[in-house]
């Protein structure tokens, strides 16, 4: 059960260095290199287009962190005959409801 609660708390650690991350910024559809990069009035240096870069990556994280966690339930017969068919508690929350 204490794996259970690592996993889960690590993907809302991830969600939320995310959200802190996009708070900061704006996004971007792709990534040049920074010779070619041109700012803007909304990215004005090649270091708040990194931030972006960040920010996808950590995106991209925490969606493979939680559909993990989706697998890692499957093992629970709780999850199995109960908190899967309840409307409102996806993956997430019953992770947080099965490890705490």
């Known amino acids: 059960m204490s794996n259970l609660k690592t996993i889960v708390r690590g ?3 991830i969600q939320k260095n995310r959200i802190q991350t996009g708070n900061r ?3 971007v559809a792709t990534f040049p290199r920074q010779a ?10 090649y270091t708040e287009l990194c931030l972006v870069a960040n920010y996808l990556e950590l995106e991209d994280q925490e969606k493979t962190h ?11 017969p709780i999850y ?3 908190l899967a068919g309840v409307v409102g ?8 409801i099965i490890s705490e």
């Open 11 to 13: 993907a809302y650690d």
């Open 36 to 45: 070619t990069f041109k700012g803007d009035e909304v990215i004005s240096s």
């Open 89 to 96: 508690v996806g993956p997430a929350m019953a992770g947080v």
């Open 66 to 76: 939680f559909r993990r966690l989706g697998n890692i339930l499957k093992d629970y």
């Open 25 to 27: 910024l704006v996004g």
């Open 80 to 82: 199995n005959n109960f």
